[in-house]
């Protein structure tokens, strides 16, 4: 071997070296500075946690499932193992990709994806939080370009862009599991009027398309992954104007093997009154959402035929919690 | 596109990839095109302005060699003529109307001149200079009439200095032009590691500081206290500093990878001991410009009288503030250079004799220091004309700094105490290596140790990865002197 082989080979080596340092720094400031999520959605640390294949039921889509929906209590009255995994103002192509990678590591009878999204704007505000949350993997990598507005990739797909002035704070590396299960409490209860309908601004067909597209996708994905579908909306004193609840669920019927309910429809059989059970007029408060998921526990049953044997302990750790969370 | 942008990241390695891919004959075509094209991407339609002045140049050039079509000095003036006419339209113009609108208000007659709303062209002063600079260098006799247009188009136009400089000399960069540039591993990691200083410098330093400074020059003048205004004034000279050599490394940086070596802008100015030493090592590439086109066509320092010497500095200094900008605030700054340049040269009997008398030697150590500081002080302040929105705002700043010197916290201008300390220890960091890049070229000596190279870069990268401005919540800065 000649001395200028030599030497190619040792600038190789150096180069490799540099380049290993380089990628290695970049991964763990990106962990280090990330700040820990825990609340408000988007809570994949958590998630992780959580025994593969140990959950029956799934719960998606944006803030009002993180807020109204508490596995805890479904558990209390079901006895099913069920999780929240939806994001702040998630739209349904973000929701597309939750589904897919959180079936990475659980197996559900249950998908239930909360429709709300269908009529949000292309983009919405927390794309940072939705998509820079989950793990790395071809789906966050798919949602990056597909649910992220343009100027928003460079950051999910190099953390540091987004968090590197967090270099002050060093945030802790792990997550411990998730004592609400995906659930954000919203303690205070405000009095809320009449329901009256939220108007749909700047209603774009081919965003309302492309919605529907995803929850088709996400119909047969989970068909092919032996689980069912319900597409629902959450009870609500600003649902979307009439005319387009209808167009959305005459939608949703031309998509097999999923079922839709709309919540709105069952305000007396909730028993939710707009005086004390909500925290605003789209999320209920901890009365609200223990009311509701105890109303929703009756229906998760009758999907999740033979449900897994849970965590007991776990699960009843999680009563207690949420518990403590009610009684504050 | 900005140096510090993604998108200049991406168009370096393609341009340098394609260029040394490509046969020898079309280098420097496809180097032209690229050039205009890293122009265009600013504002499109003032490519034909640069393409103006080149061809202009070129052509009074070439008819200078043809002595029977008419006399050098002729061709010399048109080619001035035309090039001082379009720079002062585009950027001298709404200035002197402004200021001639001011004189018939106060002599009470009631005339407006219209204003021009067209936008400045982006390095048109740096790209006038140095075609000028050609002209006159081959009306001298100093140089042969470049023949090839291609050639000479790219000289005015080579991307990475055309912006911001250093504004070449014709004798050092047309040859290289002309040069073949085999791919070279030492020449690219010597570019390397100037291309990520300057970035550093730019990202970590300047654009920190520049939250500072924009905090305390953007409020109306008065509003914060005397040792807020003296951080903000010592700051923005940091600031101007980093961006502007910043600029230049990148720059030179770029051009080196290319095996193309661009002259050095700056040595250390806040090392030196006095205003003429400052001067030596400020911009050199426009204050050796002014020096050899103005200040010795002059008559320079060999004029008669102590007299014509110093009206012949201040004239020098008064252009090269006015060169800076269209402003009142860019002629006080090159007035005050000036001054200061005048005051050294007639105290320096008495500053000689005080020294002798104190019995201190001037190679002491203790009076260099004092020296540098007390220089760094002088140029800071004169930096406040040329931060400040107005002349009359620049006297509150230094009103206020001398009224009320330890008025306001530094902790209450914008930013946190960890940021502040991580700038600090970053321009501690930019001093160590202003005084090892005196002892030769530091880019060379790093490039040529393996493990040092690759140490140096991942420590530059980190740096900027961790502490540079960029990303959401940040306001990029774009180089500061684009502007000119």
Redesign the interface.
Known sequence: MTGQHTNRLKEAAAFCCFLAALLGFVWLASALLIPHREVYGANWGGYAKEKRGSLDAIFFGSSIVYCDVVPAVIYDRAGIASYVLAGPEQTLTATEYYVKEAFRTQSPRLAAVEVNGAFYSEYTAYTKANIGYMPPSLNRLLATFRAAEPEERLGLLFPLVNYHDEWPHFQNLRYDADNLAGYTPMAEANQIGGIYERPVEAFSQAVFDRNIESLREIVRFCKSRDCKVLFFLAPNHQPWEGSYRAMLEEELKTIEGADFIDFNRRFDEEELSGYRDFYDPQHLNTRGAETFSAYLAGIVKSYVDTPREPDKTLWEERVNAFKTVRAE | MNFNS?SYCLYLPVTLILYFLLPKRVKNPFLLAASYFFYMCWEPQYALLMLTSTGATYLCARLMAVTFLGRRRLWLILSLALNLLILFFFKYYNFTADLTGRLFALLGVPFTPPLSGLLLPVGISFYTFQALGYTMDVYRGELPAERNFIDYALFVSYFPQLVAGPIERSRNLLPQLKEPHPFC?QALFEGFTLFLWGMFKKLVIADRLAIMVNFAFDAPPGTYGGLQYAVAAAAFSLQIYCDFSAYSDIARGSARMMGITLMRNFDAPFLAGSIKDFWRRWHISLSTWFKDYLYFPLGGSRSKTALRRYLNLMAVFLVSGLWHGAALTFFAWGLIHGLFQVASGLTKNLRAKALATLRISPANRGLHVFRVVFNFALVAGAFVFFRAKSVMGALSVLKRILLDPLGGSVLAMGV?G?SFAAVLCAVVLLFAVDAQARKGDLAERIAGR??LK?AV??AL??GI????V?????DPQEFIYFQF
């Open positions: 993604l591993l946190t960890r393996r493990w690759y870069y991942f990268l980190v990865m961790l502490f540079g960029y990303g959401e919540g940040y």
